[in-house]
């Protein structure tokens, strides 16, 4: 069977979300108790984001509406006053989006004509001239770890450590230098690869952020975007080995690229310690004993329904076949690729649509025979792109800040926790300076712990998952800001995008 073309999947739409960042420094937000609109909040949360509803674009211009996570718009009425709730006719709503080259938004009401502003705390729409106070500052409301996808040569970016260069030859984002870290501060980008460096002006990985490390973000709908320095350079791959650098004649749109997150790749092993991988082009079986690029899966979850895919490197979806027999030839829509995912301290026990479960056969194939699952059903689970976990859960991002004691669940911006992998969906989460999480006797978290802990890791989603704490209780966001392990069942407080 020929290899499949790695197909890049579309943009979903909290892929598309951004925030808008006024002159002084301060985000659009619908206020959800009286449907009012203010630019006061200083970080980006939910109330500050938005999705954009686009009818028609064009190079320089479209008409969009502004739709919060609560499901209503950003409605500016006839006497300039700006409100949150349902249009009422078919332009109430609509905004004449510009984009400007120094990477400001202007949003212009179809209707009046007036230009979306804010005076630093309430917003409005009462001028048709133009001024520094219409500007916006789009941020993605994506989460920060992401990949970067060139729709010109259908390749992603990759970070090559070893030659201090970025790359963007890679057919598949299976590896973990195909994450990067997309850090904003004070109104610029920081590009962080795996290994921790940065992207610079003149092309190079280095140690530290600073100001040659900044770059300026144009943003389009549909997650593109494009990095500049500010002075005319344009970050886009050049040469016959694509090296990513800063140019200034950038060719049929080669400097944009789709900014998504970074997927959950997965390594699969059976009671006998050998991985899953497949063989022959599309047989999958229990053969190897050591990690090859054919022993690894995208996991592919819906957070709605306990339905999973698995994408091979091939390209192609495991799906179960003729004989009960498992094979890495499906295709996405296929009913016969969807398993149903049941966990296990750590394990994954899949069941194919026939109502049996997956398990090794005597000759090492995958197929789905049991009917009551047991040890040999049983699969180990661990992440092979992801050295560490980004955490995001309702109030913000997971980490350390100067003025806790204790590990916070509400900031801008995120602490990586390095992953040290024990058994089976069980980590060790060690902190940036190398020491380890501690947790108290109320369930609170602190990060210069000497002793490694055990945490249990379950995915929920393609960008989803739960952590069993050490205390048997699952870590949650607390609406104060501090991080809690205190809960017996999995809330919505529970689940962390990664």
């Given amino acids: 069977m020929d290899k499949v073309e790695w197909i890049h999947r579309h943009p979903k739409a909290e892929d598309l979300r951004v925030g808008l960042i006024n002159w002084a420094g301060t985000y659009l937000t619908y206020e959800a108790y009286k449907n009012s609109v203010t630019a006061t909040a200083k970080t980006l949360g939910r109330r500050q984001t938005w999705e954009l509803l686009v009818s028609n674009e064009h190079e320089t211009q479209a008409v969009v509406r502004l739709k919060s996570l609560q499901g209503l718009y950003l409605l500016c009425e006839t006497d300039g006053t700006v409100c949150h709730g349902r249009p009422r006719s078919s332009h109430h709503g ?29 917003v409005f729409c009462n001028s048709r001239v133009l001024s520094a106070y219409h500007m916006w500052t ?18 992603y970016a990759r970070a090559d450590p070893t030659v201090g260069r970025i790359w963007v030859d890679a057919t598949i984002p299976c590896l973990e230098e195909c994450g990067f870290l997309l850090h904003f501060q004070e109104g610029c980008y920081h590009l962080e690869t795996s290994t921790h460096h940065f992207l610079s002006h003149v092309d190079r990985l280095v140690s530290q952020p600073s100001s040659q490390t900044a770059f300026h973000m144009q943003v389009r709908p549909g997650g593109l975007v494009a990095l500049c ?21 950038p060719l049929r749109g080669e400097e944009w690229f789709i900014l998504q997150r970074c997927p959950a790749w997965v390594s699969l092993r059976s009671k006998t310690r050998r991985f899953i991988s497949v063989i022959y082009d599309a047989e999958v079986c229990a053969a190897s004993e050591r990690l090859t690029s054919m022993s690894l899966f995208q996991f592919e979850c819906d957070s709605e329904s306990p339905t999973l895919q698995l994408r091979s490197a091939n390209g192609y979806y495991l799906a179960q076949r003729r004989h009960r027999t498992v094979m890495a030839d499906g295709h996405p829509m296929e009913s016969d690729t969807f398993f149903r995912v049941h966990w296990n301290c750590g394990k994954i026990i899949l069941q194919s649509s026939n109502g049996r479960f997956l398990g090794i056969a005597a000759n090492g194939l995958l197929m ?15 992440f092979t792109n992801r050295p560490f976990l980004v955490l995001r859960g309702r109030y ?19 602490d990586c926790i390095h992953l040290l992998p024990c058994r089976h969906g069980i980590y060790h989460f060690q902190a940036q300076g190398g020491s ?13 712990g000497k002793f490694a802990l055990n945490f249990c890791i379950e995915l929920q989603g393609s960008n989803l998952l739960t952590v069993l704490a050490p205390n048997g209780f699952y870590m949650r966001a607390d609406r104060s800001g501090t991080l809690l392990a205190d809960s017996e069942d999995i809330t919505k407080e529970c689940i962390w995008e990664f």
């Avoid at 990477?103 to 309430?122: A, F, H, M, P, V």
């Fill in 368 to 382: 789905a025979n049991a009917t009551i699952p047991g040890p040999n059903e049983e699969l180990a689970v661990r």
């Fill in 229 to 249: 320095d500010g002075e005319g350079g344009t970050l886009y791959p050049q040469g016959t080995h694509l090296l990513l650098g800063l140019g200034s004649n």
């Fill in 396 to 414: 913000g991002y997971v980490g350390s800040s100067p003025e806790h004691d204790l590990l916070q669940c509400n900031l801008d911006q995120p």
């Fill in 436 to 448: 380890f999480w501690s947790i108290t006797s109320f369930g609170t978290f602190r990060p210069w």
């Fill in 94 to 122: 609509c905004f004449l989006l510009r984009f400007h080259r120094n990477g400001k938004w202007t949003l212009q009401c179809i209707i009046s004509g007036r230009y979306l502003e804010s005076n630093g705390e309430d």
């Fill in 138 to 155: 789009p941020r993605p409301a994506l989460h920060v770890h992401v990949i970067l996808y060139n729709p010109t040569s259908n390749t």
